[in-house]
């Protein structure tokens, strides 16, 4: 029985090998597939730092769809709850880097069985869940899709799990203007709200940062956290109350910052789950964070919990 649930699109990755290559170039310089999705970089993060995590997905059977499962299965995601199609192959997303950090995306997920999961029907067998973690590209990536997400964290959150929310917005995915609609109705659910500075002020309409944090709290009653993320700036923890913590970052040599918000996400959440205090939660977040950036290709990290501890205790944060 997973304590920690995530619902989204399982994808493969092919990433440029080198930057300020553009994906429209002919020449020998992609690396891959690597297993990705963001929902799948939460869940083998979550499963990695010990917590029992499940997925509700689809992949194609094929060769694509073994890459995934085999790496979900490999760190211990319960993975009885995706989809394996033979009506479709597996979602793929080509990625490439610039020199000034920016990254461009190219998704093949509509039509896919990325998109093609259905919400349970029952909570049997989720009784267990404690956290239900949903990401804005999954509900971005297909409407129809969306709504089952919907379905899902309606299901679990009448049985009593918390609902914690990455916007992360992909404005590669953001064809359909109904898919605000859906990202509202999480926000509007959610327990613990984790948006980057840009997607909290898109979300609440308001540009002062400040105000916006306000009227996060303001549309949603039921909302317990705001987890403020900043990249290479860190993390702000906010209450009802205000400023709880400020978080900084671990310094690693980057490779490749392609899923360390997912790996953050998790990490944090499994320290509510642990019961931790929001600083030590902050802290697990932010090393696993840096471990995932320290390695190429989304999933690569060395992230383990003996892992994020150490880098805990060697830095002082």
């Given at each position: 029985?997973?304590?920690?649930?995530?619902?989204g699109?399982?994808?493969?990755?092919?990433?440029?090998?080198?930057?300020?290559?553009?994906?429209?170039?002919?020449?020998?310089?992609?690396r891959?597939?690597?297993?990705?999705?963001?929902?799948?970089?939460?869940?083998s993060?979550?499963a990695?730092?010990?917590?029992s995590?499940?997925?509700?997905?689809g992949?194609?059977?094929?060769?694509?769809?073994?890459?995934?499962?085999?790496?979900?299965?490999?760190?211990?995601?319960?993975?009885?709850?995706?989809?394996?199609?033979?009506?479709?192959?597996?979602?793929?997303?080509?990625?490439?880097?610039?020199?000034?950090?920016?990254?461009?995306?190219?998704?093949?997920?509509?039509?896919?069985?990325?998109?093609?999961?259905?919400?349970?029907?029952?909570?049997?067998?989720?009784?267990?869940?404690?956290?239900?973690?949903?990401?804005g590209?999954?509900?971005?990536?297909?409407?129809p899709?969306?709504?089952?997400?919907?379905?899902?964290?309606?299901?679990?959150?009448?049985?009593g799990?918390?609902?914690?929310?990455?916007?992360?917005?992909?404005?590669?995915?953001?064809?359909?203007?109904?898919?605000?609609?859906?990202?509202?109705?999480?926000?509007?659910?959610?327990?613990v709200?984790?948006p980057?500075?840009?997607?909290?002020?898109?979300?609440?309409?308001?540009?002062?940062?400040e105000?916006?944090?306000?009227?996060?709290?303001?549309?949603?009653?039921?909302?317990?956290?705001?987890?403020l993320?900043?990249?290479?700036?860190?993390?702000?923890?906010?209450?009802?109350?205000?400023?709880?913590?400020?978080?900084?970052?671990?310094?690693?040599?980057?490779l490749?910052?392609?899923?360390?918000?997912?790996?953050?996400?998790?990490?944090?959440?499994?320290?509510?789950?642990?019961?931790?205090?929001?600083?030590d939660a902050?802290?697990?977040?932010?090393?696993?964070?840096?471990l995932?950036?320290?390695?190429f290709?989304?999933?690569?990290?060395?992230i383990?919990?003996?892992?994020?501890?150490?880098?805990?205790?060697?830095?002082?944060?």
């Open positions: 029985m997973a304590e920690i649930m995530i619902m699109e399982l994808l493969v990755e092919i990433m440029r090998a080198k930057e300020d290559v553009q994906l429209f170039e002919t020449g020998e310089y992609f891959g597939p690597f297993p990705s999705g963001a929902p799948g970089i939460f869940a993060t979550a990695r730092l010990g917590h995590t499940g997925i509700i997905s992949v194609g059977n094929d060769d694509f769809g073994k890459n995934i499962l085999d790496r979900m299965k490999a760190v211990g995601v319960d993975t009885r709850r995706v989809l394996v199609s033979d009506a479709a192959s597996t979602g793929a997303a080509f990625v490439t880097y610039f020199a000034d950090g920016e990254r461009k995306f190219i998704f093949h997920i509509n039509n896919t069985p990325a998109v093609m999961a259905k919400a349970p029907e029952t909570q049997e067998g989720l009784e267990d869940c404690k956290f239900f973690h949903i990401m590209c999954s509900l971005m990536a297909s409407i899709f969306g709504q089952e997400i919907l379905k899902t964290m309606r299901l679990l959150k009448a049985n799990a918390k609902v914690s929310f990455d916007p992360n917005v992909r404005l590669e995915m953001l064809r359909d203007p109904k898919a605000m609609d859906v990202v509202q109705e999480v926000y509007r659910n959610c327990s709200f984790m980057g500075r840009s997607e909290i002020r898109m979300i609440t309409g308001e540009e002062d940062l105000k916006a944090i306000e009227k996060a709290f303001a549309d949603n009653a039921g909302l317990e956290l705001i987890v993320k900043s990249g290479s700036e860190g993390s702000k923890i906010y209450t009802r109350e205000g400023l709880a913590e400020t978080m900084g970052v671990y310094k690693v040599t980057q490749d910052a392609t899923g360390a918000g997912d790996s953050y996400d998790a990490a944090f959440i499994c320290g509510l789950a642990e019961g931790k205090s929001l600083k902050a802290r697990m977040g932010a090393a696993a964070g840096a995932n950036a320290a390695a290709g989304p999933m690569e990290g060395d383990s919990r003996e892992t994020v501890q150490k880098m805990i205790d060697e830095n002082d944060l």
